[in-house]
Structure formats: structure tokens, C-alpha cells
């Protein structure tokens, strides 16, 4: 029953963000932080934006260069967008998250999954994050993607799953939907 009052929390929240984000300025639920490298670090609720928008992740661009979604997975996944709800933990100073979370995301628009079906959020290196959430989910490992149908987790991938095929892993996922 936590797990579901968290999921209803977290889905209103991607949504009340997007109309937000789009009238009015929205408080950062999110801290920037400097990394032991000194480098830039995000912990809380992040969006795709703040990620790709912004020259100290430039490891998002770099890892969609060689990155092509298998069309088959997207095929799979898309018949399954209806009732698709992912919550992604990820830390933009892992080195998997800077691996995955590209194609994750890449994969799921070819699949046409709104992008307020998606909440990303950024851990620090302790693994923890915003309102204990980490708890919640029992996250020890980023990046850590779980997918939902009607606020039930159907399923999760950790780091690189079984296959580290991103794209199919997604798709082995859907197909429980």
C-alpha cells in the first residue's frame, strides 16, 4: 500500500510538473551538487532537459551516437504504452547510469511512451534520495529502471539487467504488461 501511495504521488507529481514547467516558474526539486571529480551532480527529481540541455552531461549525447533502438523491442513496447508508468533511479555520476539511462529513454520514444509516463530520480553516491524513496523501492543499485501497470511494479531492470541489451530488456519487460 506504501508502494502505491508513493507511485499516485509520483505520477501526479510528473504530471503537475508539465503543465507547471509550461505556465509558471516550479520550485527545483532537485540539488546540484559537486562530485568528488569536482563535476556537476544532480540528486532529486529530475527531467530529461536538465540532463541533455546542459554541457557537463555531455555523456548523453556521446552514448546516442552508437545507439539505435531494435526495432522489434520498440515494436514490443509500443503495444504495451497504454498502461506504461516507468520510475528510472539513476546517478549522473555513475558510470552505468551515463551508459544506460541514453537508451532507456531513446527506446522508450521510439515507442512513443509519453514523456510524463517517465520520472528519472538522480541519487548521490550513497545510493539515497529525495523523501527516502530509495527505501521505498529498495534501490542499492543505479541505474535501476521499474516499470508500473495501475501502480504495481511489473518488473526491473538493475544496472544492465541479464542480457545488457537495454533496448530488449525494456521490451522482456512490456511483454509481462
Same mark, same amino acid.
Given at each position: 500500500?506504501?508502494?502505491?501511495? $508513493?507511485v499516485?504521488?509520483?505520477?501526479?507529481?510528473? *504530471?503537475?510538473?508539465?503543465?507547471?514547467?509550461?505556465?509558471?516558474?516550479? &520550485?527545483?526539486?532537485?540539488?546540484?551538487a559537486? #562530485?568528488?571529480?569536482?563535476?556537476?551532480?544532480?540528486?532529486? =527529481?529530475?527531467?530529461? @532537459?536538465?540532463?541533455?540541455? #546542459?554541457?557537463?552531461?555531455?555523456?548523453?549525447?556521446? $552514448?546516442?551516437?552508437? =545507439?539505435? &533502438?531494435?526495432?522489434?523491442a520498440?515494436?514490443?513496447?509500443?503495444?504495451?504504452?497504454?498502461?506504461?508508468?516507468i520510475?528510472?533511479?539513476?546517478?549522473?555520476?555513475?558510470? #552505468?547510469?551515463?551508459? %544506460?539511462?541514453?537508451?532507456?529513454?531513446?527506446?522508450?520514444? @521510439?515507442?512513443?511512451?509519453?514523456?510524463?509516463?517517465?520520472?528519472?530520480? @538522480?541519487?548521490?553516491?550513497?545510493?539515497? $534520495?529525495?523523501?527516502?524513496?530509495?527505501?521505498? =523501492?529498495? *534501490?542499492?543499485?543505479? &541505474?535501476?529502471? %521499474?516499470?508500473?501497470?495501475?501502480?504495481?511494479?511489473?518488473?526491473? *531492470?538493475?544496472?544492465?539487467?541479464s542480457?545488457?541489451?537495454?533496448?530488449k530488456?525494456?521490451?522482456?519487460?512490456?511483454?509481462?504488461?
Amino acid at each position: 500500500m506504501k508502494k502505491l501511495f $508513493t507511485v499516485f504521488l509520483l505520477a501526479s507529481f510528473a *504530471i503537475t510538473t508539465s503543465v507547471w514547467s509550461q505556465q509558471t516558474a516550479w &520550485p527545483k526539486l532537485y540539488t546540484v551538487a559537486k #562530485d568528488r571529480d569536482s563535476s556537476k551532480m544532480l540528486v532529486g =527529481f529530475i527531467d530529461r @532537459a536538465q540532463i541533455t540541455n #546542459d554541457t557537463s552531461f555531455g555523456w548523453y549525447a556521446n $552514448t546516442l551516437k552508437y =545507439f539505435k &533502438p531494435n526495432p522489434e523491442a520498440v515494436s514490443t513496447i509500443k503495444g504495451k504504452t497504454e498502461s506504461m508508468y516507468i520510475l528510472l533511479f539513476a546517478g549522473t555520476w555513475c558510470e #552505468d547510469s551515463q551508459q %544506460i539511462l541514453p537508451k532507456y529513454l531513446s527506446t522508450l520514444d @521510439a515507442a512513443g511512451l509519453p514523456a510524463d509516463r517517465v520520472t528519472i530520480v @538522480a541519487t548521490d553516491r550513497a545510493k539515497t $534520495t529525495v523523501a527516502n524513496l530509495h527505501k521505498t =523501492f529498495g *534501490i542499492t543499485n543505479v &541505474p535501476t529502471l %521499474i516499470m508500473l501497470k495501475q501502480g504495481k511494479e511489473v518488473g526491473r *531492470i538493475v544496472e544492465y539487467g541479464s542480457t545488457a541489451l537495454m533496448d530488449k530488456e525494456l521490451a522482456t519487460l512490456a511483454e509481462k504488461m
